[in-house]
């Protein structure tokens, strides 16, 4: 089995592409990032998940990005929002993208690894400029510019396999990998034990993709 980096956020679209790079045959090295993030819930998920799916092992680096803040989800001071809005919303996370494919890229330059997997998606998102499938094309030229393996021959390719699939795509094509997602955590603003808050652009863009799917929501959700 040829070994692949994944990033795993313990989130429902993270889970679905593990159990994709799986299902291809890769030995997945699972990456998740503490960055400060308003709750550890999604990380103790991505635990689950790791394990769950058979993951070859996973690791959380830890950096800080509430030392910058410019993000609900890395600044207190900046509320969650629950209804939509226009533009690129503040539950943006600057260079977010960025910076995890950035530690993948340097794990797999150790492991030999020539295959990194991504789970952002240019449909169901909320306009995040780092979800498009030119900035993964973007970044996986600069991985192929900037890394002694592939200077040496040994191209690396950033698998996305999300890209252009709706919510409800995603989680048929995950149910048929047998993924549980009643384990992930999709909630901006998640409590303590991981129960989501259902407002967020995250829980509606998750709620209507079951609904879609014409599957039962597996989600936990704080009481009313």
């Not at 996370?93 to 990194?116: F, G, K």
Request: aromatic letters at 8%; hydrophobic letters at 45%.
């Amino acid at each position: 089995m040829k070994p692949a980096v994944v990033l795993l956020s313990g989130g429902l679209d993270s889970a679905t592409v593990l159990a994709i790079a799986r299902s291809q045959g890769f030995d997945c090295y699972c990456l998740s990032l503490d960055y400060h993030q308003r709750h550890i819930a999604e990380l103790q998920a991505a635990q689950r998940v790791a394990a769950a799916l058979g993951a070859a092992a996973h690791r959380t680096a830890r950096l800080d990005l509430s030392m910058f803040g410019g993000s609900a989800l890395t600044d207190d001071l900046i509320d969650v929002p629950e209804s939509p809005s226009e533009g690129i919303p503040v539950t943006y996370v600057p260079a977010r993208n960025t910076i995890m494919l950035s530690l993948a890229l340097a794990w797999a330059e150790v492991l030999q690894a020539q295959d990194i997997f991504i789970g952002v998606n240019a449909l169901d998102y909320s306009g995040y400029p780092d979800c498009r499938g030119e900035y993964v094309a973007a970044f996986q030229r600069m991985a192929n510019l900037a890394t002694k393996a592939a200077v040496e021959g040994h191209a690396i390719t950033v698998h996305a396999p999300l890209i252009d699939l709706s919510k409800a795509q995603i989680i048929q094509r995950g149910v048929a990998l047998g993924v549980d997602y009643g384990m992930t955590v999709s909630c901006y603003q998640a409590d303590a034990h991981g129960r989501a808050c259902g407002r967020c652009d995250s829980c509606r863009f998750r709620s209507d993709g079951f609904a879609q799917a014409g599957l039962a929501d597996p989600t936990h959700y704080q009481p009313a």
